[in-house]
């Protein structure tokens, strides 16, 4: 496992949740994680896993799914080697593994393909 994802939970429908995406210093240097952009996926059950956000080597650009957008924030500390995925205004709808990944090509693709380094994910729940 590369990336560790964390901070999923049971949250109410109109909660906040904030997941983080460490990644280990003997797989990313600060260096090289400093220099990736990163995505957040998400897979609800009995469904494929889609695009929810990513954001560029600095955290100076970042682009969202529309389901996230103005609900989720997507930041990073390339210090600490985190990225954070900040959720308000969760919806039933979110509920999903989360996942973190290193993008390895096409700044703006939401393809899972364009993805790797796929770490193991985080359950968020969502009750109404």
């Known amino acids: 496992v590369q990336l560790q994802a964390s901070g999923g939970g049971l949250v109410q429908a109109g909660g906040s949740l904030r997941l983080s995406c460490a990644a280990s210093e003997r797989t990313f240097s600060s260096r090289a994680m400093g220099s990736m952009a990163m995505g957040w996926f998400r897979q609800a059950p009995g469904k494929e896993r889609e695009f929810v956000s990513a954001i560029n080597w600095s955290g100076g650009s970042t682009y969202y799914a529309d389901s996230a957008k103005g609900r989720f924030t997507i930041s990073r500390d390339n210090a600490k080697r985190t990225v954070y995925l900040q959720m308000n205004t969760l919806k039933p709808e979110d509920t999903a593994v989360y996942y973190c990944?290193?993008?390895?090509?096409?700044?703006?693709?939401?393809?899972?393909?364009?993805?790797?380094?796929w770490g193991q994910g985080t359950q968020v729940t969502v009750s109404s």
């Open positions: 990944a290193a993008l390895l090509r096409n700044w703006g693709t939401t393809l899972e393909a364009d993805f790797g380094s």
